[in-house]
């Protein structure tokens, strides 16, 4: 399989030089289904898929052929069919109090629309800021109930943004974590991250020092480079089922990295001297990412750690019908700085989530509860 793969894709590349999309897709196709066929699904139990597909997949093709898109191959930033399309936004409950808003935001690398969630009571002092940016196929309606992050607002009253991919940028609606141009500070989709962060807190009130971000897959990735990119900006990072920042620079290496097949040190190249706090989680039956991308993140952020860390430990447990294994390295007062969840038989889905949202699945720990948790730990001197 791993030769009809490397075929496959040398043969797609070279046909979206020559401008012929559907042969590229028709080779892909052949070479990411199991048998060289597309061949029916059998019927999985309720957590163990983000939602069922028709056809089980390697890789999906909308991501693959996206992928090849943005790669800096000619012709296909100008052509192609229609992909799938984005997965239509679940309603939104709003209790009497909160503000659940659309914006937008313009900036010289261009503009992007957000949604901003207020709880109630937002404007009684300055306000915690989490930044949270969705996966592929997601738009910030389905990861704010897929995550359930508004109802973390709630309890614990701070502010929450929701960014959103244009299609324009990406067909499949994917943050743009592979691509050179989007892993700069002041470029591309940093720097608009980054601006509707700063034009968040500038038209709220919130606390500057607890502003962090967070994502899903390649919203996770992106959310690694916002952390290494502007690490003045965000005192702490979530990353679920990502990529380590710098981990792929053109579309063979976003292949391997995906597939957990790149060294450490290709992926810290271009990290930031600057120490993020960082939190993952992945889950151990990821398809899609491999989990040692998960392990990749947390080695990475280690070799930058201050020598006067306390201690390091490591747990097992269950939660919501899942085994997980948890492993902290916290300072000396105590305040972890670093968290790795691998959780067994999870997929490529939100852990402990609402399946009302699409890559959700309500089995396992909580994530979003443990991100807040583990960024609201470092409020208190």
């Not at 034009?199 to 916002?226: H, P």
């Not at 899609?288 to 990475?300: F, L, M, R, S, Y």
Request: charged share 20%; net charge negative.
């Amino acid at each position: 399989m791993k030769n009809l793969l490397t075929s496959a894709f040398n043969r797609a590349t070279q046909l979206t030089r020559e401008r012929n999309l559907a042969e590229a897709t028709r080779v892909l196709m052949g070479a990411l289904t199991a048998d060289g066929a597309a061949t029916p699904t059998p019927q999985p139990a309720a957590h163990a898929e983000p939602h069922p597909p028709t056809f089980r997949l390697r890789r999906p093709l909308g991501e693959t052929v996206e992928l090849l898109r943005h790669a800096g191959l000619p012709g296909l930033n100008q052509s192609g069919a229609p992909l799938v399309g984005l997965r239509q936004a679940p309603k939104i409950d709003v209790p009497p109090g909160a503000a659940y808003l659309s914006r937008s935001y313009v900036g010289p690398a261009g503009a992007r629309d957000y949604k901003v969630y207020a709880p109630n009571g937002v404007g009684d002092g300055e306000r915690p800021l989490i930044v949270m940016l969705h996966g592929c196929s997601q738009n910030p309606d389905d990861f704010a109930v897929g995550s359930r992050m508004n109802e973390l607002a709630e309890e614990h009253g701070f502010i929450v943004a929701y960014p959103a991919q244009s299609t324009t940028a990406n067909q499949m609606g994917c943050w743009n974590w592979f691509n050179p141009a989007d892993q700069t500070r002041e470029k591309g989709e940093p720097s608009l991250i980054a601006g509707m962060t700063r034009a968040i807190m500038a038209e709220w009130r919130v606390d500057e020092s607890r502003v962090y971000v967070a994502g899903l897959s390649a919203g996770g990735a992106m959310a690694a480079t916002m952390a290494a990119t502007y690490p003045e900006l965000y005192a702490a990072v979530g990353i679920h089922s990502g990529l380590a920042h710098g981990s792929a620079s053109d579309v063979a290496s976003a292949f391997a990295a995906m597939g957990g097949k790149f060294e450490l040190g290709a992926a810290r190249r271009s990290l930031s001297d600057d120490y993020v706090r960082t939190i993952v989680f992945h889950g151990e039956a990821d398809q899609k990412v491999h989990p040692t991308n998960g392990e990749t993140i947390i080695a990475g952020a280690r070799l930058d750690l201050a020598d006067a860390l306390a201690r390091e430990t490591r747990e097992t447990g269950s939660a919501g019908g899942r085994n997980y294994s948890r492993t902290v390295i916290a300072d000396a007062r105590g305040v972890p700085q670093l968290e790795h969840w691998a959780v067994e038989g999870l997929g490529h889905a939100w852990s402990g989530g609402n399946p009302d949202g699409s890559f959700a699945d309500r089995h396992g720990p909580e994530a979003s509860r443990e991100m807040v948790r583990f960024f609201l730990a470092d409020a208190t001197p």
